[in-house]
Each structure stands twice: as structure tokens, then as C-alpha cells.
């Protein structure tokens, strides 16, 4: 799995924020005693599960040291645990089951999803979202960069996140399962770079917290510069910045919230 760097995956913290809003908006409003953040990372969000739903034990799960030692300080009164998140299970039933960018990056959906319904209470909700961007150049460029240059042999088996399902597919897996479903696709442009910062290659570093992080992660640090250089050259051609200097990202995430009986 990737190393990530709390503070590289901060750099754009707002932006990553509104997708997390806006799926906790759609959770029911109904009692939530047992919450966990599936993916928790920093635990922003976490803390924000917590304030919103007041009564509730909240627990974040992660499989980042780095990035649970940022949870704990951000949102001190949670409770965190390490977890591969593959072969996570809850040890009771969960009335609320919430995972914000995190289950693009685990395999096989199709067993995946059934098993995380399982681990809600009767009436307990899943909600996710995770993005659907394996068809955009920001994308598609990380795998013909690797698979070119010097750094060939080191990129070779890297373990990137793979292709979620679409909409259609989640809705038929889902459906007969869950008492409501919801799901829905948002594409949002954002605008980075510029006087917004992100320096002059925001689409190379937002990727380098995200996405990029299992190429450079394989790469001696020489090499981990002369990739990094090669992807922004690129995601600058891909994503031409605009007369100011601002540099629009459009992001397309899909959003479910499944109801269990």
C-alpha cells in the first residue's frame, strides 16, 4: 500500500473536503450510536462525523500510521484503530458505516460491498464516495509515464488503484440487498493553482497525495524527481492553465447511501 504524507494530501484540503460535505448531507438523520470512518486518513472528517452526530461513538480506521497520528490530534475525543481495510470487520453492528475516497483502492467491489452491508445494524447506512477519474489524463498518464524511462524496471508492479464500477453495476449488486439505495455522480471543476495556490503544477502534486503516491513510492529519490518532473510536464499540456493562471480540475466522483432493512 501507499506511504502517504498527511501534509502532501493537505495541500488541497478544501477542495477535498466538499465531496466529503456533500455525501454527509445525504446520511439519514436518524440516531447514530456506532459510527466508523472507513479510510479515515487525517481524520478531518472524522471529527466532523462527531460533531454532527454528538451522541454517537465515532471510530476512524486506517491502514496509515502517519495519517492516524494526524487523526488523533485533529479529532481527539474518536477512537482510531490500524486495519487493513480488505479484512476489515466490525467488532459490533455499525448504525452508520461512512467512507470518503477510500474503497476505489480496495479490489473485487462485487464481494466487497455485499460484506460491508453486512456489518450494519438493522436500518444502519452505508454511504461512500469514491472517485471515478481511471478514464481522465490526470490518470491515464501515470501508467504511460511508468511504463517509460529510466524508472521502467522499478514501476513494473506497482499497485495502483484499479477501476471502480459504474453506477449501474452498484445499483444491481446493491439494490436487492439495501431497503433505499441513492446513488449519483458529481463532476466538480476545481480551480487550483494561481493565487489559489498549489504551486505552478497543481495537478501533479494534488495527485502526488493521492493517486501518484504508489509510483513514487517504488522510485530511489532521484528517479521519484526525474517521474515527477516528466507527470507534471504532462499534466500541464493535459490541463492547459487559463489566461489568470488558474489551472481547472474537473473531478468526476460517484456518491452512494444504501439503507440496509
Partial sequence: MASWDPSQYGLFAAERMRPALDLMARIPLASQRQIVDLGCGPGTVTMLLRRRFADATVTGVDNSEPMLAAARAAAPDCRFEMADLARWSAAAPV???????????????????????????????????????????????????????????????????????????????????????????????????????????????WAAGTSLRPFLDKLPPLQRAGFFRAYADAMRIAYTPRPDGTTLLPFRRLFLVATVP
Avoid: C
Fill in 95 to 205: 448504525d452508520l458505516l461512512y467512507a470518503n475516497a477510500s474503497l476505489q483502492w480496495l479490489d473485487d467491489h462485487a464481494l466487497l460491498f455485499p460484506h460491508l452491508l453486512s456489518q450494519l445494524a438493522p436500518g444502519g447506512t452505508l454511504a461512500a464516495q469514491m472517485p471515478a477519474m481511471h478514464d481522465s489524463p490526470m490518470r491515464r498518464a501515470q501508467s504511460e509515464i511508468a511504463g517509460n524511462g529510466p524508472w521502467a524496471d522499478h514501476l513494473r508492479d506497482v499497485r495502483k488503484a484499479g477501476p471502480i464500477l459504474t453506477a449501474a453495476q452498484y445499483w444491481d449488486l446493491l439494490r436487492p440487498r439495501a431497503a433505499t439505495l441513492d446513488i449519483w455522480e458529481t463532476t466538480y471543476i476545481h480551480a487550483l493553482g494561481g493565487a489559489r495556490g498549489g504551486g505552478p503544477d497543481p495537478i501533479a502534486e
